[in-house]
């Protein structure tokens, strides 16, 4: 989140501002974690950092008998769990689901500042380049855009921030989002590709494992183009009443 955060002073509304603190540190609180998780992959790979990595937790959980780590898994459990491939897939799956709570909360915190009203009777809102769709956030999204920066001229916003491809962006995580939570991480057509990139599934059916590149390419995309978003609408505010 280098680019938002050096942006950061320069945005002129202190409420924006903040929506973009909060932002920066949402995002980067997943970026370490999942560091931390690759950092275990490779600290439980071997017996000597298995050995380490289980006084570790042990302090963590000092109630339980020696190899236990909580009431119902053991260190050799976890440990299998990290070294496997499902653990890494999976906790990727979790993080998608709390970066688009992250996008969400942004969205809604805008809104409420700019008192944009959440879009009603199934209303659907068009980005830069007409297109349109069926999820909500992404409504809610770019009706904050159309009362807010679709009022200036567009060289006064960055264009490529509500462009279409931004909104399929967003939508396509969503609609990954929504597999996980909803129907067992289970791909559908959407999430299914002939190299399985990047949710990991190659058919219909599978389950979504997402790939390790596509949580980098997340955090890039709200550095890059939502940050540039939450920056516009800071220069929106310092230039209408």
């Known amino acids: 989140m280098h680019r938002l955060e050096v942006r950061l002073p320069t945005i002129r509304s202190p409420e924006i501002r903040e929506i973009a603190e909060t932002l920066i540190q949402s995002v980067r609180t997943q970026a370490d974690l999942y560091a ?26 000092n109630n339980f008998p020696t190899g236990i780590f909580t009431s ?4 050799d459990e ?10 890494a897939a999976e906790t990727r799956n979790r993080m998608v689901v709390s970066f688009t ?9 805008a809104m409420h500042h700019f008192n944009v009203q959440n879009p009603t009777g199934g209303a659907k809102y068009p980005d830069f380049d007409g297109g349109i769709y069926d999820t ?21 916003y960055f264009t490529p ?15 990954a989002r929504n597999q996980i939570v909803h129907a067992g991480g289970i791909a559908k057509e959407d999430q299914a ?14 389950s979504i494992r997402t790939e390790h590149n596509k949580i980098d390419d997340i955090i ?9 978003f939450l920056y516009d609408l800071g220069e929106y505010q310092s230039a209408t009443p």
Do not use: C
């Open 78 to 87: 976890l440990v299998a769990r990290i070294r496997s491939d499902e653990f």
């Open 136 to 156: 909500k956030i992404i409504n809610m999204w770019l009706k904050l855009y159309r009362e807010t920066l679709a009022t200036l001229p567009s060289e006064q």
């Open 36 to 61: 931390s998780l690759l950092f275990l992959e490779k600290l439980s790979a071997n017996e000597s950092g298995k050995s380490l990595f289980s006084e570790a937790v042990v302090s963590i959980s």
């Open 220 to 228: 890039q995309f709200f550095d890059n183009s939502f940050g540039h």
């Open 161 to 175: 921030a509500v462009s279409t491809h931004a909104a399929r962006y967003w939508t396509n995580l969503y609609k």
């Open 72 to 75: 119902t898994t053991t260190i």
């Open 193 to 206: 590709s002939i190299d399985g990139r990047p949710w990991g599934a190659t058919a219909i059916g599978q």
């Open 101 to 109: 709570s992250m996008f969400e909360a942004a969205v809604v915190a």
